[in-house]
């Protein structure tokens, strides 16, 4: 059965696993090796179980544990070509695979299709996951969403979606002007908004789970980002169809691929 954990999801870190397809799959690895290491270990998983890592981008929060963890952990690294650039600085690992955009590739049985994300990161992209269980996107860090992504993950039964902001919050909080321009960027993070009315559209092509990501610590809550998201569903007549679930910033969250989500 296809299973996936989010680990820790928010800009202080970000890192997930995806199992299935004969492999165990770590999604970035933002936090520290300690956390991850225990955060695996309640679920029965250990740093030596992990077959292989995608990396989203450079980002700190996606990367700061690979230099303590890539001792720990061989796993081949796959990652775009600016990515895999920008990780040679940063940690010593010998297993640097390139991935190119929009070309599917395949780990064991998993079929896994990166996609670019606009980001103010060179390389940056999400992945599109299938096995025989069906289709999950992982899309996190986008100022926006592009028809080239929406058609990317339009179908897929499940997606781990970034729900970063609510944007009246982040107008009048407590960031410099400098930041806030920088996250409502389109090269930014998706606002909750945005989210929700991608969630809304996947519906209608049979999206059935959705795990809202990568919320802003001073910006979003859980029940604001929720909230939005249920309410489109809802105006969509979806909201029955559509379990929706928010990833915690530092626990982990398991989704079984027959399952609901669950902390």
Same mark, same amino acid.
């Given at each position: 059965?296809?299973?996936?954990?989010?680990?820790?999801?928010?800009?202080?870190?970000?890192?997930?696993?995806?199992?299935?397809?004969?492999?165990?799959?770590?999604?970035?690895?933002?936090?520290?090796?300690?956390?991850?290491?225990?955060?695996?270990?309640?679920?029965?998983?250990?740093?030596?179980?992990?077959?292989?890592?995608?990396?989203?981008?450079?980002?700190?929060?996606? *990367?700061?544990?690979? !230099?303590? %963890? @890539?001792? &720990?952990?061989?796993?081949?690294?796959?990652?775009?070509?600016?990515?895999? +650039?920008?990780?040679?600085?940063?940690?010593?690992?010998?297993?640097?695979?390139?991935?190119?955009?929009?070309?599917?590739?395949?780990?064991?049985? *998993?079929?896994?299709? !990166?996609? %670019? @994300?606009? &980001?103010?990161?060179?390389?940056?992209?999400?992945?599109?996951?299938?096995? +025989?269980?069906?289709?999950?996107?992982?899309?996190?860090?986008?100022?926006?969403?592009?028809?080239?992504?929406?058609?990317?993950?339009?179908?897929?039964?499940?997606?781990?979606?970034?729900?970063?902001?609510?944007?009246?919050?982040?107008?009048?909080?407590?960031?410099?002007?400098?930041?806030?321009?920088?996250?409502?960027?389109?090269?930014?993070?998706?606002?909750?908004?945005?989210?929700?009315?991608?969630?809304?559209?996947?519906?209608?092509?049979?999206?059935?789970?959705?795990?809202?990501?990568?919320?802003?610590?001073?910006?979003?809550?859980?029940?604001?980002?929720?909230?939005?998201?249920?309410?489109?569903?809802?105006?969509?007549?979806?909201?029955?169809?559509?379990?929706?679930?928010?990833?915690?910033?530092?626990?982990?969250?398991?989704?079984?691929?027959?399952?609901?989500?669950?902390?």
């Amino acid at each position: 059965m296809t299973r996936f954990y989010s680990l820790a999801s928010s800009s202080s870190g970000n890192c997930s696993v995806f199992q299935g397809g004969g492999r165990t799959l770590l999604i970035d690895g933002g936090t520290n090796t300690k956390y991850i290491r225990n955060a695996l270990s309640q679920l029965g998983i250990a740093l030596g179980d992990i077959t292989d890592v995608l990396i989203t981008h450079t980002h700190s929060d996606h *990367v700061s544990a690979l !230099p303590v %963890l @890539t001792k &720990h952990c061989r796993a081949p690294i796959h990652a775009t070509v600016p990515t895999v +650039e920008g990780l040679k600085e940063k940690c010593a690992h010998d297993q640097l695979e390139v991935v190119e955009p929009d070309a599917p590739f395949w780990l064991g049985e *998993v079929r896994i299709t !990166p996609f %670019l @994300t606009p &980001h103010d990161c060179p390389g940056s992209c999400g992945f599109l996951l299938e096995t +025989e269980e069906g289709k999950m996107g992982y899309c996190t860090d986008l100022g926006h969403l592009p028809d080239s992504v929406f058609e990317t993950l339009r179908g897929v039964e499940t997606v781990f979606l970034e729900s970063n902001h609510d944007v009246y919050q982040l107008k009048n909080g407590e960031y410099p002007y400098y930041l806030k321009q920088r996250i409502l960027s389109p090269q930014g993070h998706l606002s909750n908004d945005d989210a929700a009315q991608a969630v809304a559209e996947w519906g209608k092509y049979g999206l059935q789970k959705v795990i809202l990501a990568h919320l802003s610590e001073h910006n979003n809550r859980p029940e604001w980002a929720l909230e939005e998201t249920e309410r489109a569903l809802r105006l969509a007549g979806l909201r029955e169809q559509v379990q929706v679930a928010v990833a915690p910033h530092k626990a982990p969250l398991s989704l079984t691929g027959k399952g609901r989500a669950a902390g």
